[in-house]
């Protein structure tokens, strides 16, 4: 009897049952956090579209000047395309791929498993 009253090592046994809990909410606030990260860069890439297609007119320009700043956002986000349509008012669209960071690609038969996201603003072309 007295040793089923013993309550020596229950710290370390609740302490095992609670870092995988730990871990996995951990890790699910980081991948919010990338994620949140990755919608805000989409925003910014689709600003500065919007301003050089509004001062060059150029869709050219406008994508790569919204790749470049896709391209510096970080290894987890990837371009897929800017899209402007109209000419004197526009709308420029980012498109990016944001990835599961904790997810391997090795799981997935097809590489890394992400989610896509599109930002767009719209102007006018200054004359």
């Known amino acids: 009897m007295k040793k089923l009253m013993n309550e020596r ?3 370390t046994i609740e302490f095992l049952g609670v870092v995988p809990l730990i871990f996995t909410v951990m ?3 980081w991948q919010f956090i990338a ?3 990755g919608l805000m860069i989409a925003e910014s890439a689709a600003s500065e579209a ?3 297609y509004s001062v060059t007119a150029d ?3 406008a994508t790569a000047a919204a790749q470049n700043i ?3 956002g970080g290894s987890y986000i990837s371009f897929a395309g800017a899209p402007i349509s109209g000419t004197n008012e526009f709308t420029a669209a980012v498109n990016v791929n944001i990835d599961f960071v904790f997810l391997p690609a090795s799981m997935f038969g097809g590489g890394k498993p992400s989610f896509s996201y599109s930002a767009d603003t719209s102007g006018k072309v200054i004359k």
Do not use: N, Q, Y
């Open 50 to 52: 919007a301003k050089v």
């Open 35 to 37: 994620g949140f990260h």
């Open 9 to 11: 090592g229950s710290a």
């Open 59 to 61: 869709a050219g320009e």
């Open 70 to 72: 896709v391209d510096a």
């Open 27 to 29: 890790m699910i606030a």
